[in-house]
């Protein structure tokens, strides 16, 4: 009977290991990505960060004119930074934050709202399916301003959102806004829209950008 010599039985024993957890290597390699990707937040509405400028943003788009203390339903009807469909929540789930970028000081409640949207007579009909707390915000310094990096603002929510709804606050004023463009940006709807009632028609359109951006998780 042949021996195999110490050694020789050592050395293939070693390069078993070796092949073994060179395979368990690839394969975590292979997971982890994976993770990762699903773990990701999921991003819609405007397109923020320090280098969007609220331009035009104060004293802030208004409800009304005539009467300033008049509140309404602001509906971002598109996202600045992100055309075609970035308004849009793409995933049902749990919007974890909300990031604004404003001018000046102020507040709103953010809302969740569904627009239907008529292309025969331009109605833009909406309702509001959910109601946030009254969120505060400071806005730009006058060292931001001169720097040109703007603050972003954060603040964690638990927002339920589905796939096709839109945000937007309520409110009388706004300086979380970019005006500099004309269309229908945003969506006015007076007096605002409140959880739970049937679609309405919009009051009037803007042509200001809310900069506001959602993160799902």
């Known amino acids: 009977m042949t021996r195999i010599a110490p050694t020789t039985l050592t050395t293939k024993l070693a390069r078993h290991i070796g092949f073994i957890a060179a395979f368990a290597a690839l394969i975590a390699a292979m997971v982890v990505p994976a993770t990762g990707m699903a773990a990701a937040p999921v991003k819609f509405g405007a397109k923020l960060n320090p280098t969007v400028q609220p331009s035009n943003g104060s004293p802030g788009l208004k409800c009304s004119q005539e009467a300033p203390a008049t509140a309404c339903t602001m509906i971002q009807n598109e996202a600045y930074g992100r055309p075609d469909g970035g308004e849009l929540a793409p995933k049902t789930g749990t919007i974890k934050k909300i990031r604004v970028i404003a001018a000046d000081a102020g507040s709103f ?109």
């Open 109 to 217: 409640r953010p809302q969740i709202a569904k627009v239907k949207r008529s292309t025969l007579f331009g109605t833009n009909e909406a309702k509001v399916v959910y109601t946030g707390p009254k969120l505060s915000y400071t806005g730009q310094t006058e060292a931001n301003e001169e720097s040109g990096a703007y603050k972003v603002e954060t603040f964690d929510v638990n927002i339920p959102v589905k796939k096709g709804q839109q945000l937007a606050l309520r409110g009388n004023i706004s300086s979380m806004v970019r005006c500099s463009s004309g269309g229908d940006n945003t969506l006015l709807y007076t007096p605002p829209l409140l959880a739970g009632k049937p679609f309405k028609a919009a009051s009037e359109t803007d042509g200001c950008w809310i900069l506001m951006e959602a993160v799902i998780r």
